[in-house]
């Protein structure tokens, strides 16, 4: 038998990681995300500055952690969505802790949490509305029918914004988990942030903790920027994905540090035939300056809902610790839909299972409607400067007997085994591509291709345009508590 960590030891290696990382944000929150000059007057960073703002507690805010807040909260935001075609409004949350339940942001908006700031989702199951599955999926993902509404919620917005300085927004999740292991839900567990149908979105410099469910989940939505997010979620928690970016084209994830009960990124686009039927695809996605922890998922997975397609996804900078897999695509027969045009570069990654791993016999439909023959397509897939000790196995490259996964390139690759490793690193079936300057070996259905590159590597695709998301810059905003 193989020398498993315990769960204590799990715990405590994801502990000692979060810490290090939160001296890490703290020193960059310091240097660069906001300027404090005295308690009613701060800079801060944002895609739009706002010409209103008020603070929670002019709407009869209490933050002592027992009182209720969801009507101040609803009132504060209701009252400053009248500046929405005069300069756009903020609403300020002051050190405290804020028991709160769902509550619907508004367009031409920025929610700014003080450091000391902690959003208090209500346990009470009476505050979260009940709302319609997503149409792309056809029912929720816990169970058939509707679902809870997301604790922060918006749909149909433009010019959204959801920062701080650092401050948190805990999901107090814990009731929400028990009931999903205890087969207790008729409805789907509420996310912690979700935007539908929505453009220029920020979601930045916060600290997620705790979510029912999936953390960040902007769909349906364009031109998405999420940056400076720190997750973090019992690894043993259900379904807990960090950032899920799911039909949404332009967005750019970077800086965020994820500790998850499931995978830190997962890319999705609808389930089966709902999702095909829908046909909104995830494309022109950029993740950078990723930190990973998931001992039981992937930093990065692809699907497995996917139906609408996912294409062009630019990943790089990437750090994954005691984690499943590296970049990991989920698909199987009856999804449809499409992954092409992926793009990975400079990972490294430490005590992982898999280091590339491919499955298209992920399963798991909706319901018995889906079409058995609608099979994915996944082409062009690209890996190049990846480094990766204490592995288990190389690769698990798993196509679809009669669709198999085409173009498939690894370069510059280098994968240090386990004490305890895998005897055979690359298992690979229905798949075909190239490599070049990878150790150990890959499969034959990757064979060497050298000469031309950096000592005779030959390197695989990363593409040297910039996407439109990529030139939304920051301004530098301010905040007066003195004017309203």
């Not at 769902?102 to 209500?122: G, K, M, P, Q």
């Not at 950029?286 to 998922?297: A, F, G, N, V, Y």
Request: glycine content about 8%; overall charge negative.
């Amino acid at each position: 038998m193989e020398p498993k960590a315990t769960t204590s030891q799990v715990r405590k290696m994801a502990m000692l990681i979060m810490a290090i990382i939160m001296v890490m944000i703290t020193m960059r929150g310091a240097e660069s995300r906001m300027v404090r000059v005295q308690e009613d007057y701060f800079e801060y960073t944002a895609m739009n500055c706002r010409e209103h703002s008020a603070s929670i507690v002019d709407f009869g805010g209490v933050g002592d952690g027992t009182t209720l807040n969801t009507k101040a909260f609803q009132e504060a935001i209701s009252n400053l969505s009248q500046y929405q075609s005069d300069g756009g409004s903020m609403l300020f949350v002051p050190a405290g802790k804020w028991l709160i339940g769902s509550f619907n942001l508004t367009s031409h908006f920025t929610l700014y949490l003080h450091r000391d700031a902690v959003l208090l989702a209500s346990q009470d199951v009476n505050e979260w509305q009940i709302i319609d599955p997503l149409p792309s999926y056809g029912r929720g993902r816990d169970a058939p029918g509707g679902r809870y509404i997301s604790f922060i919620f918006g749909t149909n917005l433009t010019d959204v914004i959801v920062t701080g300085d650092n401050g948190t927004i805990d999901g107090q999740g814990a009731l929400w988990w028990q009931k999903f292991h205890r087969g207790q839900l008729k409805h789907t567990r509420p996310y912690l942030i979700e935007l539908m149908y929505s453009d220029s979105i920020q979601i930045s410099n916060l600290t997620l903790v705790n979510s029912p469910s999936w953390n960040v989940h902007p769909v349906y939505s364009s031109n998405i920027l999420v940056q400076g997010i720190t997750i973090s979620a019992p690894l043993n928690s259900p379904n807990t994905d960090g950032i899920n970016p799911d039909s949404c084209s332009n967005t750019r994830i970077e800086d965020c540090y994820i500790v998850s009960g499931d995978d830190c990124v997962a890319i999705k686009s609808g389930w089966d035939e709902y999702g095909i039927s829908f046909a909104m695809p995830t494309k022109h996605l950029i993740i950078r300056r990723l930190t990973c922890i998931s001992p039981t998922s992937a930093v990065i997975a692809l699907g497995s809902e996917m139906s609408g397609g996912i294409q062009d996804v630019r990943a790089e900078s990437i750090l994954a610790i005691n984690s499943e897999s590296g970049v990991r695509i989920k698909t199987a027969p009856g999804r449809g839909g499409y992954v092409r045009d992926v793009y990975v570069r400079d990972m490294s990654m430490h005590t992982m299972k898999w280091v590339f791993w491919m499955t298209g016999n992920y399963g798991s439909h909706p319901d018995t409607k889906y079409d058995p023959n609608a099979f994915p397509e996944v082409r062009n897939i690209n890996y190049r400067d990846v480094a990766a000790d204490d592995v288990k196995m190389a690769a698990r490259l798993e196509g679809i007997a009669g669709d198999p996964f085409k173009e498939i390139c690894v370069s510059n690759a280098t994968i240090k085994e386990a004490v305890k490793a895998k005897k055979v690193q690359w298992a690979c079936t229905d798949v075909n591509g190239k490599s070049s300057g990878v150790s150990p070996t890959p499969c034959d259905l990757l064979p060497e291709e050298s000469g031309g590159g950096v000592d005779g590597v030959r390197e695989c695709d990363f593409p040297a345009d910039r996407l439109p998301i990529e030139d939304i810059i920051v301004k530098s905003c301010s905040y007066n508590g003195m004017v309203r």
